[in-house]
Structure formats: C-alpha cells, structure tokens
C-alpha cells in the first residue's frame, strides 16, 4: 500500500508593482527651529473628507499648532513627509515621501520631449536596466506625477525655461483632474506648455517590499529641492497631513511613538541627517552607487525580525 502525502506549497512571491518615491527638500532659515513637539499637524487645504485627527481632540486644541520660533539654531535641511490615510492598504497611517505607482501613461511615446533629461537610454543606464528599456523615464516622470497629485507641488519649466508659474485655482484644477484621471497630467503639461524638471531629480536608492508581502513594490527613490513659492497641501484621498522636518526631528518625534516611519523612510532620512542645505543634501547622494534592497522576514509575532542586505543569515534566509 503506498501512503498519499498532501505536501504543502508555499505561494509564489506577489509581483512588485514598480513605483517612484520623491524626497523634496528646502533650507530652514538660520535662526528659527521647529518647536513641533508631540502634535501631528493636520494640513491646511486639506485633511477633509478621508483625513483622520493626528491625535485626540482634546490634545489638539491644548497643544495647538507647531509653531516656528526665532532662535540661534543652526542653518539646516528639512524633508517632506506625508501621512498615509489609516485606511489605505500599504503603509496605512505611517509618514512617507511623496510617490506611488507607476501608470502605464507615466511612458508615452514622445515622453523624452517633456523632459528635461535625461535621454531613455542614460536613464535606463542609471537605473541599472537594459539599454533598450524605454520605460526608464517612467520613473523620474512619475515621482513628479504622484508628487503633484498628492501634495500640489508641480516640478516644472515654463515656455521661457524658468520654473512653472501656473496660476493658483487652474492650477488646482488640473491637479483635481490629475487625481481623477492620470491621463490628465499631460493634458495640463500640453495646455500650460510645460516641460518636468526631471533634470533636477537625484536617483539614490532602489528598495524592493519583501517576499512575504501581499502588496509589494519595487521603489525607486529620487530627491530634489522643492520648488520656490510652493505650499504643500494634502490630497484629501490618500494623504492626511504634511509636515516639514529635519531627518533628527523625525528620528526624535519617531522615537517617541509620535511619527510612525517605516524602515525604508528611516534609512533614507538617514542619509541627510546634518546637511546644512537642501543642496549640500543633494550632493551627498549625487552619483552615490545604488544597490538594490529588499529586506527578508523571518518569523511571525512577538518572533518576527527583519534581516537586511549584509546582517548575519541574510543570504542563507
């Protein structure tokens, strides 16, 4: 009599989605420092319909909003993070950078026309692709996309090559349509003659959700300085609040059970810690060697540890 065993499969892995992270960044005046303390703002001209209290009620109004103050605090570099919706279904009510999936109109076939470098086969060649990939420019284009539907801020040129200047309520209006229909963004590119400051983007780090994930992404992470005259504002879908801080300030606020971050985000922050400028931060990781990261979970629970590239059993897990 031969024994029939029912052996279990483990599933394959979930496909990555590719997806563009954009890390804005803009100079702190010397002299003033952010007394945020432990209240999560909520944003202005935003935070309605979907958007969650960032703590009780009673704590809001005793604690009011962060306030900047004059100080002798040092010139330094803060960083624009975001708060995910508590119901979204990756990274519910953690702080991230801007970004999100790639569409498959982030790639039409005049792209290179709407950019400012770099041409498809150096973007390939800088994302570590095969030369004939042209869908690398996806990437630099739909950091700037996602970037502009979630917090309003559009990196872009005019006609006359200096940064895009599009009035305030048409301007919300075409970030409206944008969030609605993605093909829109290049109707608003087309209407106001616009060309995207992809040139002014710094790729810097690549990082793969693990196997283990349900929903998982292959990220790539570009940063900038934000543009001149532009607010940041929640979507009032997605995003909750936006909050301007220097990488210490959200390492601190992150300690204190305050500022949720994932490790991608924490790592990241960790790479302009300290610089005095948004442009002594970009030099930092301008032409920096970009090795591809996806951490490995073992265990569930209370025995749950996540190995990353280089810990002792990563390779063997």
């Known amino acids: 009599m031969v024994a029939h065993y029912v052996v279990p499969v483990k599933p394959s892995p979930a496909r990555p989605a590719p997806a563009a992270t954009l890390v804005l960044l803009r100079d702190r005046p010397a002299g003033l420092f952010n007394d945020a303390g432990p209240y999560l703002r909520q944003a202005t001209h935003g935070g309605g319909g979907l958007a969650g209290p960032a703590t009780d009620e009673a704590t809001r109004a005793c604690l009011g909003p962060p306030t900047v103050h004059a100080g002798l605090a040092d010139p330094v570099t803060e960083v624009l993070l975001i708060r995910r919706h508590r119901a979204a279904k990756f990274a519910a009510g953690d702080f991230v950078f801007p970004g999100g999936t790639l569409e498959a109109d982030d790639h039409p076939a005049d792209a290179a026309a709407w950019c400012r470098g770099p041409e498809p086969r150096e973007a390939a060649r800088v994302l570590g692709l095969e ?3 042209g869908a690398a420019l996806a990437y630099w284009i739909g950091a700037i996309r996602e970037t502009f539907e979630e917090v309003g801020i559009l990196l872009a040129h005019g006609p006359d090559g200096a940064p895009a200047r599009v009035e305030g309520s048409r301007l919300a209006a075409h970030r409206r ?6 093909r829109a963004f290049w109707d608003m ?9 992809t040139d002014a983007l710094v790729y810097f780090a690549h990082w793969i959700t693990p196997a283990v994930n349900p929903l998982r992404f ?10 001149a005259g532009q607010e940041a504002a929640a979507d009032e ?7 301007w801080l220097t990488p210490r300030e959200a390492f601190d606020a ?10 991608p985000t924490l790592k990241n922050l960790a790479l302009f810690e300290g610089a005095a400028t948004a442009a002594e931060a970009l030099a930092r990781v301008t032409g920096r060697a970009v090795r591809t990261i996806m951490p490995k979970v073992l265990g569930e629970g209370a025995a749950r540890r996540v190995l990353m590239p280089g810990d002792v059993g990563y390779d063997d897990a």
């Open 254 to 263: 992150n300690a204190r059970g305050e500022l949720p971050l994932r490790a």
């Open 237 to 243: 879908r997605e995003i909750t609040e936006v909050r």
């Open 218 to 227: 292959d990220t790539r992470f570009f940063a900038s300085a934000a543009p």
């Open 131 to 133: 030369p004939g990939s």
């Open 189 to 197: 590119l087309s209407t106001e003659r616009l060309t995207l400051a």
């Open 177 to 182: 349509a944008c969030q609605a229909d993605p």
